[in-house]
């Protein structure tokens, strides 16, 4: 009992032990306090039922489970922004390395012409 929060003095007084004067004088318990602590606690006394409230353990444990997934999910999502924002990047980035080889492209078959009208101009002299 004083591992689920029962004051020692508590737990010696449901068992019908002295706690002493001096104890009772001063941590002597409002009686209906020790009745409520006690009506929280009877089922770790109790022999036939289960020590632990699987239904309540089972609704906790959703709780637990359903966060974790909505966290999750959130990441999961995040991660979806940043990938598609990542590809559209990508495309853009490679959109514009295609213009600038067919600009260089152009360059070159322009630059490729004007050598060879300088040979032939300089052929003619």
């Known amino acids: 009992m004083t ?16 706690i002493g004067e001096m104890s009772e004088a001063y941590k002597g318990p409002q009686y209906e306090s020790v009745r409520k ?12 039922t289960p020590k632990v409230d699987i239904e309540l353990l089972k609704a906790k ?5 359903e966060e ?18 990542l590809k559209n ?6 959109d514009d390395l295609d213009g600038i080889i067919a600009r260089l492209e152009k360059q070159d078959s322009e630059l490729g012409e004007l050598r060879k009208l300088i040979r032939e101009r300089t052929s003619q002299t």
């Open 61 to 65: 444990l959703r709780v637990e489970v």
């Open 68 to 85: 974790q997934n909505r966290q999750l999910q959130l990441m999961v999502n995040n991660l979806v922004t940043e990938n598609m924002d």
């Open 89 to 94: 990047h990508q495309r853009k980035t490679e």
């Open 3 to 18: 591992n689920s929060g029962v004051p020692d003095t508590v737990v010696d007084f449901w068992l019908g032990h002295s």
């Open 37 to 48: 602590m006690y009506l929280d606690r009877e089922q770790l006394l109790s022999i036939s």
